[in-house]
């Protein structure tokens, strides 16, 4: 086995708001985990969708944002370590001789446990792309949708497209490391923060980037290596703006992704699983939150996180072949209250 295959208790693919509490339940019961997850942030639905909207469902929380709700699920599960795979899509699952799943990611990470949980809610967010003629020649190379590693866009000329919180928070980061930065947006309004927004103004007011209101109409140079980006305003016409990457930030979609080729049945993309584990009906793969169906299933994120404890007990028995599962509660359970690290 390479050195670069991560061992693991559980594989998580997903870390919305139901992978998240699974990685508590799991911890509670010993269990390791590692999470996948397409977006560069925790949270799913809720850090990506409706950050600053009001939940008031959560149990014993009155009210909370999508994105509190993440930042405490974040802390609840800081004692147990998961290790997150972000911005990378769960992409192959294989099973191995001695029974555990290997999954890669298209970022090239495998991970092998016994256990594989299924959290992908409505499926992979996956990029809005702008209308421009052979722009899958430029990716991966020039034309990008998030952001891996910010060192790839040092000393660059860096054209972002977008009027949301992705594109302006990369003007904002990226600046002090490309050699050039420009924002272009169809209209001068932006849907980002307002600290955002002055923030990216106030790098133009300084003369650190430019800001173009303007139509993207097509790219330049040979594929894959882009040398400029044609531009249309009403004032000036057609022009084309030189720089050697394209970030278009135009928001998610999402759709089921790879999951549907992990070999298990679906029924209209999604996973059907049992109420007592939560197990599809691949033995060892387990689906909970929005993405599984059962009689009554309501998609709620509470829901998902009752899913997410009986899954847990599944699982250790999976991963724990031969020990003895205990009930116990956290309030009285010093076991419990160690691995917390509250005693
Ligand atoms: C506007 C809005 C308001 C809502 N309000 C409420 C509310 O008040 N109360 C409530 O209970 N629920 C509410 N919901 C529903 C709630 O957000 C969902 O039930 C919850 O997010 C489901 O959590 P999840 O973890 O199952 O999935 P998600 O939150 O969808 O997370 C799944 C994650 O899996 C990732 N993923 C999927 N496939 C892959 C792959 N192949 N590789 C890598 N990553 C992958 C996705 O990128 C995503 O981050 C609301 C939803 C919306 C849109």
């Not at 693919?13 to 997850?37: I, M, N, Y």
């Not at 409706?50 to 405490?72: H, M, N, R, S």
């Not at 980061?173 to 932006?190: E, M, N, T, Y």
């Amino acid at each position: 086995m390479s050195d670069s295959v991560h061992e693991t208790d559980v594989i998580i693919v997903g870390a919305g708001p139901v992978g998240l509490f699974a990685v508590f339940e799991l911890g509670l019961l010993g269990l390791k985990a590692h999470l996948v997850d397409i977006l560069d942030r925790p949270g799913g639905q809720c850090a990506e969708l409706y950050p600053e909207k009001p939940i008031y469902d959560i149990p014993a929380i009155p009210v909370c944002t999508g994105q509190e709700l993440t930042d405490k699920l974040m802390e609840q599960i800081a004692p147990f370590d998961a290790q997150f795979h972000l911005a990378e899509m769960a992409e192959a699952l294989t099973k191995q001789d001695n029974g555990n799943w290997r999954l890669t990611t298209d970022a090239g990470t495998v991970i092998e446990a016994p256990v594989l949980v299924i959290a992908a809610g409505g499926g992979s967010f996956v990029p809005k792309k702008p209308h421009l003629g052979n722009l899958e020649a430029y990716e991966g190379e020039s034309v990008f949708y998030s952001v891996r590693r910010m060192e790839q866009f040092r000393d660059r000329d860096v054209l972002i497209a977008g009027g949301g919180d992705s594109a302006l928070d990369w003007v904002i980061a990226l600046q002090p490391i490309a050699k050039s930065i420009a924002l272009v947006h169809h209209r001068d309004g932006f849907r980002a923060a307002p600290h955002s927004v002055e923030a990216m103004r106030a790098i133009v007011a300084e003369g650190q980037g430019k800001l173009h209101i303007a139509q993207m109409r097509g790219l330049e140079g040979d594929p894959p290596r882009l040398t400029g980006v044609k531009l249309e305003t009403k004032e000036e016409g057609e022009f084309v703006y030189p720089c050697d990457m394209l970030l278009p930030f135009y928001g998610l979609t999402m759709k089921l992704g790879p999951v549907a080729e992990f070999g298990i049945n679906l029924d209209q993309n999604l996973i059907p699983v049992d109420t007592e584990k939560f197990e599809t009906s691949v033995p060892g793969i387990f689906a909970i939150g929005d993405i599984n169906h059962y009689p009554g299933k309501l998609k709620l994120i509470l829901s998902g996180f009752h899913e997410a404890a009986l899954m847990s007990q599944a699982a250790f028995k999976l991963a724990r072949p031969g020990e003895r599962l205990r009930f116990q509660y956290t309030t009285s359970s010093s076991e419990l209250q160690k691995k917390l690290g509250v005693r």
